[in-house]
């Protein structure tokens, strides 16, 4: 069954420094997505993507997110300059009709 | 904005018995109303959805009830097994394509 991959699966990063996730959505989906999961809270929007721009974002997703689908095949989301509070699950999904979420990239600012 | 309610938090039954968690929306523009099982270190995954022009869905032991009117949407697992431990979120969305607002889960603990 295709699967939509998030790597890394786990990332520390210093307070201030800037960070990459990285996806590879299933090939034909159209839709692309991040939510992200702080620890024991429910699942939160940030983004989503279609048609290479910004369909929708939430008021969470400000100046310091980007998302970027660089080469056809991976979607990137970027956020410049960490906080401790940005620690947390961020998935990316894909969607064709249904959504397919990934496993997920556990970000730890310290 | 839609806010979805997810009631209970921590769900514990038996090997065997039944189910039941039960979601509110807010929203009455909402159409489309997905389940997701989540298990450690995983994704969602999609277990079932209901259409707003549904009130009802069944697939083995899983079912989904939807009063549109009441704004009120449940989660029905049947002969529980140890496999059908984890959290469950429901879900709100205005079609499948759109960004999904999520419960806060419940944490079900299928016991020997």
């Known amino acids: 069954e295709p699967e939509v991959t998030q790597t890394p699966s786990h990332q520390v990063t210093q307070m201030g420094q800037e960070v990459i996730l990285r996806c590879v959505p299933i090939?034909?989906?159209?839709?692309f997505y991040w939510y992200r999961q702080i620890l024991g809270q429910k699942v939160e929007f940030l983004v989503s993507f279609y048609n290479n721009e910004i369909s929708e974002k939430s008021e969470i997703f400000d100046d310091q997110f980007s998302v970027e689908r660089p080469d056809g095949s991976n979607f990137t989301l970027k956020i410049r300059s960490t906080k401790l509070e940005d620690s947390a699950m961020y998935f990316c999904?894909?969607?064709?009709?249904?959504?397919?979420f990934g496993s997920g990239t556990r970000l730890t600012v310290v | 904005g839609e806010n979805v309610e997810q009631h209970p938090s921590t769900l514990s039954v038996q090997e065997g018995d039944s189910a039941v968690i039960k979601c509110t929306y807010s929203?009455?523009?909402?159409?489309?109303f997905p389940w997701y099982k989540q298990e450690l270190g995983k994704g969602p995954q999609l277990i079932i959805d209901i259409r707003s022009n549904v009130g009802e869905k069944k697939d083995q032991r899983i079912a989904v009830t939807l009063n549109k009117t009441a704004k009120h949407f449940s989660l029905h697992i049947t002969e529980t097994q140890p496999e059908d431990s984890a959290v469950y979120f429901c879900?709100?969305?205005?079609?499948?394509?759109?960004?999904?607002?999520f419960g806060k889960g419940t944490r079900l603990h299928i016991l020997p």
């Open positions: 879900a709100a969305s205005m079609r499948r394509d759109d960004k999904i607002i």
């Open positions: 999904a894909s969607s064709e009709n249904g959504y397919t």
């Open positions: 090939s034909n989906h159209l839709y």
């Open positions: 929203d009455s523009a909402s159409n489309y």
